[in-house]
């Protein structure tokens, strides 16, 4: 059964250095989303893509968030510099936007800023 | 604007109790999706059930049930004879209906089961 997958699974970095975390959606899904959960609280949408672009973005997805879908399989979400309370968990999800309009989710990314 | 509200932060029970998990939402679309998610310490989240904003019949599967009242915006989910691998936190999320809309999620409650 397809499934989305991301990488890396844990990912630790300095305050103030850039990240890339990698999302590869399943394959005919058009929508894509990622999702934030600090450590011990609720999931956060973030942004959703869809004909390469931003469709909708959360008052969280500031001007250090960016996200890409650079070869049409991989879509990527980019945080330029670092804070120490972007330590999260993030998830990608994606979607066809037909029944339920129900999303698929990766295994996530724990990313660690010290 | 959506919203969920998960009321009980922690239940504990004991093994082979049921668990009833609360959830009340707001929107206002007329037609939505709910969705339970578990998210056991490993930190994935699995997708339980779903219901559309339409069928408010209430359904069994396996040892999971839903009571789904439009009137008063509840969407609760049950867990009958726990078992400690029911043992994680459970999620409850909205989605209104156009196609490629975010999911907005309740506050999570934490479920124990104890042996």
């Known amino acids: 059964e397809p499934e989305v997958t991301q990488t890396p699974s844990h990912q630790v970095t300095q305050m103030g250095q850039e990240v890339i975390l990698r999302c590869v959606p399943i394959?005919?899904?058009?929508?894509f989303y990622w999702y934030r959960q600090i450590l011990g609280q609720k999931v956060e949408f973030l942004v959703s893509?869809?004909?390469?672009?931003?469709?909708?973005k959360s008052e969280i997805f500031d001007d250090q968030f960016s996200v890409e879908r650079p070869d049409g399989s991989n879509f990527t979400l980019k945080i330029r510099s670092t804070k120490l309370e972007d330590s999260a968990m993030y998830f990608c999800?994606?979607?066809?936007?037909?029944?339920?309009?129900?999303?698929?989710f990766g295994p996530g990314t724990r990313l660690t800023v010290l | 604007a959506q919203k969920v509200t998960q009321a009980q932060t922690e239940i504990s029970v004991v093994e082979k109790e049921d668990v009833t998990l609360d959830c009340v939402y707001e929107?206002?679309?007329?037609?939505?999706?709910l969705f339970w998610y578990k998210q056991p310490p490993s930190g994935e989240l699995v997708f339980l059930i779903r219901r559309n904003s339409f069928d408010e019949q209430n359904e069994i599967s396996g040892r999971y049930s839903w009571n789904f009242q439009k009137s008063t915006s509840s969407f609760n989910f049950t867990i009958t004879a726990s078992q400690v691998v029911d043992s994680a936190v459970y999620f409850c999320a909205l989605s209104e209906a156009a196609a490629g809309n975010k999911l907005t999620f309740g506050g999570g409650t934490r479920v124990l089961v104890k042996p």
């Open positions: 893509f869809y004909n390469n672009e931003i469709s909708e």
């Open positions: 394959s005919n899904h058009l929508y």
């Open positions: 929107t206002r679309d007329t037609t939505y999706y």
């Open positions: 999800a994606s979607g066809n936007g037909r029944a339920y309009n129900e999303q698929f």
